[in-house]
């Protein structure tokens, strides 16, 4: 059973970056879909950007531009590295994982394992 640690989210202001990590157990990392996720209170939880076995990114339009996700197999990480932040990008940022095979895709209930998150907060 993979296990799933965030770290990395804090306070910035408007137009700073902050750079998450997440450190998966076990092996096989780099042959499985993983994503990065968020949620605020009240609202589903929703997808930024996933990347898939072929080390292929994709990234929903909130994050087209300002984001970037990354994975080094080598050291069983994923990275997501988040510039020019609005307060719209605050909220509990989860990194997920996949264990079937099949699409790499932004539908939450297709992952099923999750980190604890790491909470980014974004205001002046």
Known sequence: ???LVESG???VQPGESLTLSCTASGSGFSRHCVGW???VPGKEREAVAVIDTNGRPTYTDSAKGRF???RDGSKNALYLEMNKLQPEDTAMYYCA???PEGPCTFDPPD???WGQGTEVTVSA
């Open 37 to 39: 996720f968020r949620q």
């Open 68 to 70: 970037t996700i990354s």
């Open 97 to 99: 994982y996949r264990t």
């Open 9 to 11: 989210g804090g306070s």
């Open 111 to 113: 992952f099923d394992t």
């Open 1 to 3: 059973q993979v296990q």
